[in-house]
């Protein structure tokens, strides 16, 4: 509440009067809104991505900016993801440990229902030796089918024979032939999804936990996940108000609206900064060219499945709702909290994009919008990147400031810091003015 009541003062006080600053009171409600436990973290679990497509497409409609899906708003498509849905539990002796705090289980694991599961501790610098991985197996060789192998990585320095060996261990492949393995970490890793089992390899159940839980070495633990590979119906949600000049001109504005979903039935991520703020900026861009009409033709496409690899973009790109030869540039929006140091902007150097990012520039140090624009090359990080190779296309992220961390529970509407979110949206407004 704190945190909110003095963003409220900054917009209110700013440069911008009061009409400016009910716009980030709009974007901070759709950010909230996307990022509530209604929405199911926008993944593919509980169908949370249809949830916040539903509420997105209400909201353009009410903006009266038209649709230019198929299905209405909506352009559907298929894909494979696991989806986490039961109960998820992990007890050490009667300590119940919590999901996405205390441990992560990676998204390809196979499920293990209500089980007291044997662990076996390996020491990870031995196993790396000559010799040592098929010592430990030799050794444990009648338990290991049934039992999980623990392995600490926290507090020790790694070598490269370590860090190739665990490297394998998270792209899905268990030497250990056991039904599963623990890593023990200092800190959790970043959520994320997973689109298919590799058919090449025995299936297994890969879970991450603060190594200090384990600290007393327990011999057994009891666990009960449930994760189902399933083919899932997902959308993008497309809009577009039409240029009152050159309407055969168009400006994209996209951001992805998913996010990694659920970690069982009632811990989800909720994607504040990524990317709820994004979504929520495009929106409200909606929002005042609805109010004030554009000379040029703007599209609002909100892709899906982007933590799935950036599938709703390159969907969009194979089966596109209008002519990608008639957009004179698009603009991706992904993490778009804080931004303090101001603002990045990817593929900005090539000579399709260059001129635009040079304006940006200029008005910026005009305007003083925010503190610096910086440039990188190109690169398949978010949706602007099947874009690209069929029109001018630049992504956008905030650069420092106030977020509350990445792929993780941490990552709230409440830790997201808007202080400069006005401004960001006025630069990149004038930026497509003419
Ligand atoms: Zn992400």
Known sequence: MKKIALFLLVSITGVLGSAKSQDSVFARSVMCQLSSAEMYGRGYSFKGDSIAASYLSQLFAEMEVEPIGIDRYFQHFMFNTFVMEGDCELKIGKRVLEPGKDYYIAPFSIPLKDKKMRVIYADLKAIVQPGGLEMFCKENRRRLESSLVYINTANMELGDAEKEFLQKLKTKSNPFNSKG???????????TVAVQY????KKYSLINVIDSLFSAKPETIQINYSNELRLHTTQNVCAMISGSEVPDSIIIFSAHYDHVGTLGSKTYYPGAHDNASGTAAVMDIARYFSANPPKYSVAFLLFTAEEA???????FVMNPLFSLKKVKMAINLDMFCGGDDGLMVVNSQVKETKPFFDRMKELNEANRYVKELKSRPNAPNSDHYFLSMHCPAIFIYTLGGRYGGYHNVYDTCEECGLENYQNIINLIIQSVAD
């Open 181 to 191: 393995v623990v890593l023990g970490v200092e800190s959790l890793p970043s959520a």
């Open 198 to 201: 590799d058919e090449n390899i």
């Open 309 to 315: 690899g950036l599938l709703g973009s390159s969907y």
